[in-house]
């Protein structure tokens, strides 16, 4: 009779721990990323009265007589559905949704993970939780083993932007080049030559044949032009619509002499003047290039060579392009001014580069003209002392677990990956070029003076096959069990990984609901398994009192 006591014992044993599984579910119903458990049963051993027998030609079978001893515990299984998004308004603030947890790591260098996305920066620029752990970051979209980098945002920096060198910004192809924020496009684009009025002083002018011919050799150094009296009665197809264009209109008593030069002028009387300044005028043509594809796909230093020979062949070998240090000098040797043609570009190339503006803003006599930067290039280091540095002011987190820092002056610090994954340093400066590379000194970007690696600033994930598997520890934070199986490391929105939502945390999955029917049930199994032990052992009582 004694076994119903330890029977029932084992009930109360067993609802006792359901009632400390439920209670840890109910206490932890605000903390972040919490994963509720759920207590299951068995049966212990039975005690066989009888095995039972099989039946016979004369007799029928018997089954088995068996008296239970009891329940135990079968297991204590957590739920590791994600809870909801809990809204904070903190972009420090993560939640992974969909599979994956962050990696953390404490001073010693062992790492947990953990579903905890609540992190701030501590003063070195380290990403920590609450207790103080340094966030994991990578560049690996899949890995078997964890990165041995934590994530570090720089504070302070102290950058220099300049026109990337010439022998560096020749070899980039047209569309690599970065401080052109809309890029050169196909199409054509057209330089007007000439087309423009100058003032010429009379007393440079000398006389040949009275009324016919005369020579100008301005101030005496060289370059004389011939000009004669044109035949208006006489004029060639060519000079006749070169008239129309300058004067709008023509006639038989213009007086009217032609340089050897191809300018024009036109007096206002018989008499060659001899004081004060005549108006030499000359007709506007056209060199044009047409940007293709092709153009768009060399590099610079191609790009030009093909419009200066295309200009040589249109006659215009004395305007000529070449690559400088930061983007493209114009040379105009034509002794006759350059301007941008306002009909028939389809091209962005003097826009983008900056050509159209230098040009409008050109002096009289200006034979060289540059180019806007086209290419930049940033050199970073540290600095905690130099006025020039830079601090950071903020930082986000894309969906992808990428960290970007805005600093002061409006410029930006983050990673990106190139078509074949390889993590990049992208500097965006205060004017918003972008500057993407390696990292490397030579490149786009010098990081050199730093310290920093891209994995600095990229959040790793981890996973494994058996979530139930993983041993809980204190501050929300999951070691990898025995039973955990294969674990694989990577980037969230990649190879399985959930992706990264900023402003809030994962709540905890208890359901109150649950929680609260299943203390009924176990209240009332310990009331009814107490309720058998005081009838047992009322019994005994009973017994003990025969014969008496």
Do not use: C
Not at 99 to 108: E, K, L, P, R, T
């Amino acid at each position: 009779m004694s076994q119903a006591l330890y029977t029932s014992k084992t009930g109360l044993d067993a609802g006792q721990t359901q009632i400390d599984v439920i209670a840890n579910n109910v206490a932890n119903i605000n903390t972040t990323a919490f994963k509720s458990a759920n207590v299951t049963f068995s049966t212990l051993f039975s005690n066989t009265l009888s095995s039972g027998s099989a039946a016979t030609r004369t007799g029928g079978g018997t089954n088995p007589r068996q008296i239970g001893l009891g329940t135990q515990v079968a297991s204590i299984s957590r739920d590791f559905s994600s809870g909801s998004f809990q809204q904070t308004g903190y972009n420090s603030d993560l939640m992974i949704s969909g599979n994956g947890y962050f990696v953390v790591q404490d001073g010693s260098g062992i790492q947990y993970l953990t579903r905890d996305g609540h992190f701030t920066l501590d003063s070195d620029g380290n990403l920590v939780t609450a207790a103080g752990y340094k966030v994991v970051g990578t560049t690996n979209e899949y890995a078997a083993r964890s990165s041995d980098v934590t994530v570090k945002v720089p504070s302070i920096l102290n950058v220099s932007v300049m026109g990337t060198a010439r022998d560096e910004i020749s070899e980039k192809t047209v569309r690599e080049l970065n401080a052109l924020a809309g890029g050169i496009n196909s199409g054509t684009f057209i330089f007007n030559i000439g087309g423009t009025s100058q003032n010429a002083a009379a007393a440079n002018f000398t006389e040949v044949n009275p009324g016919q011919q005369y020579t100008y050799n301005p101030g005496g150094g060289g370059g004389t032009v011939t000009y004669n009296r044109m035949d208006m009665a006489a004029l060639t197809t060519e000079d006749r619509n070169n008239l129309i264009d300058l004067y709008a209109e023509v006639s038989p008593t213009d007086i009217i002499y032609k340089g050897t030069d191809g300018t024009y002028i036109k007096l206002q009387s018989e008499e060659f003047p001899t004081t004060g300044n005549l108006t030499v005028r000359n007709v506007q043509a056209q060199v044009s290039y047409t940007i293709g594809e092709g153009d768009l796909n060399s590099t610079l230093e191609e790009f030009v060579n093909s419009i200066n020979n295309s200009f040589n062949a249109q006659g215009y070998g004395d305007l000529q392009f070449a690559v400088i240090d930061g983007g493209l000098q114009l040379e105009n040797n034509l002794g006759e001014d350059v301007t941008v043609a306002d009909q028939g570009q389809t091209s962005n190339f003097l826009s983008e580069t900056g050509f159209s503006d230098a040009l409008e803003a050109a002096v009289d006599g200006q034979t060289l003209f540059y180019s806007n930067d086209m290419n930049q290039s940033a050199v970073i280091s540290d600095s905690y002392n130099s006025a020039d540095s830079i601090k950071r002011i903020g930082w986000s987190v894309s969906e992808s677990g990428v960290l970007t820092a805005e600093y002061n002056d409006g410029s930006q610090l983050t990673v990106t990956f190139d078509d074949n994954g390889r993590a990049m340093w992208e500097y965006t400066t205060a004017d918003k070029v972008i500057i993407t590379a390696s990292g490397l000194e030579g490149t786009d970007i010098d990081m050199s003076g730093t310290s920093y690696v891209p994995a600095n600033m990229v959040l790793q994930l981890g996973t494994v096959i058996n979530d139930a598997g993983l041993v809980a520890e204190t501050d929300n934070m999951w070691s990898i069990g025995p039973n955990a199986g294969e674990f694989a490391y990577g980037m969230s929105n990649a190879n399985g990984f959930g992706s990264i939502k900023t402003g809030g945390l994962e709540g905890s999955n208890v359901d109150m609901a649950t929680e609260l029917s299943n203390m009924i049930i176990a209240q009332r199994a310990i009331q009814m398994n107490s309720r058998v032990f005081s009838t047992a052992s009322s019994i005994l009582e009973t017994i003990a009192y025969l014969g008496q």
